[in-house]
């Protein structure tokens, strides 16, 4: 089990403190979902929803990004 979960409301990085997911949770989930990254997409899309929902001040662009914009 990971300590670089998200702290919410803040979405920040239990482990770190850096935004959630901040880069040792990204290598994590590179990992957990090798060979599958629809499925990290889906994940990560409905941690976005709901990160959203907390953090409405920040742009939708941003959060796509940090959430979304490096799956690859």
Request: with cysteine.
């Amino acid at each position: 089990m990971t300590t670089h979960g998200p702290v919410l409301p803040l979405w920040t990085c239990g482990g770190c403190s850096a935004p959630w997911p901040c880069a040792t949770r990204r290598k994590e989930l590179r990992a957990e979902f090798d060979g599958a990254p629809v499925s990290l997409a889906l994940y990560l899309g409905s941690y976005l929803v709901w990160a959203a929902e907390d953090l409405g001040h920040v742009p939708a662009g941003l959060l796509h990004q940090r959430f979304l914009g490096w799956v690859r």
